[in-house]
């Protein structure tokens, strides 16, 4: 969702950036309305300086390494207690280790999948005039953008619609070429969300309902990326490096790759795998977590095939002015294993999210 970077580029140079994606807002069409005006080569304004693209290097030989296979984790067998412990150790290690796994047979079928991906391309390929009256940034139910938080970085090769889609659904005001999707899909998604709550609940060693029942899955939103092929791919980012502002994030990548994950100190590719989903533990479960569970690091590259899609379902409460206050679950708290951080209610995280891009956490820290 939202970008940091390492090297704040200098600040005539924010400037000149910032006016360029203003232009660029203006026009309401998007990084497809750049595509569609037939541009062959990037605007200046997203170039990422070599530094940011490679700040960490890219781990290539990953069957060389099995610290680093990707975790894929089955859910079919996921009823059968005697399968059911195994699941849940696959669990709460990807999530100590990685902060990422797809999982495999979690029971959304594939037409379901494809159509919420149709659904967005339908979405950013209609003529401009009818995504023009979504553009937005700030809290409504439907947004769509390019970069959510412009700052002394760079720029996403990328366009973005948000659908807040829980806990108050607003289907009229969802675009209709992707409605009755994104409704279906979001009853998938809520179930998925409440098993993954469920196995990430006993991962910690907590009663299964632990998670759901403070609320972890009560409120989520839809970020839908939408990559079109980029004309110089090694010159930007697809989107920046990131954590993810909620609890967990169910994914939904089509096939082409892009994604990475940073993991000890490299950059893994996170492989498009027809049919599955990718989850990723965000901030606030770090947070309930006491940093058992981490909220990694991830980015995504910019391409020259393309259109690349994702639809991000974000578990949070975010957008809801709620007053309740999340910090470390207490049982997993002892003398040995104090708090680490203060508790917080979910706008003020996001204050903090958004001053302190990436690590609205660590101003969180007792
Ligand atoms: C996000 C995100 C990854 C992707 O929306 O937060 O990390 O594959 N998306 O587009
Ligand atoms: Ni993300």
Redesign the pocket.
Known sequence: ?AEMSTLPRKEEEVDGVEKAVKTLEDTKAGIQGLVDAGIDKLPPFFFVSPEVIHDHPTMTDLHLHTDFQFPIIDLKDILDPAEHKGIVEKIRSASEEWGFFQVTNHGIPEQVLKEALDGVKRFNEQPREAKMTYYARGNGAVRYYTNYLLQKKGVGWRDTLACVMAPNPAPEKYPSVCRDIFMEYSKHVRKLGEVILGLLSEALGLDPDHLKDIGCSEGYAF?C?YYPACPEPDRTLG?MR?R?PDFF?V?L?NQIE??QVLHRGYWVDVPPMEGALTINIGDLLQLVSNDKFKSAD?R?LAKNVGPRM?L?CLFTTDLQPSEKVYGPVEQLLSPDNPALYKGTTIPNYLKTYVTKPGNGLSVLKL
């Open positions: 969702m970020h990326q989107l990131h993810d994030t994914l990548q892009g994604l991830h995504v994702s991000a």
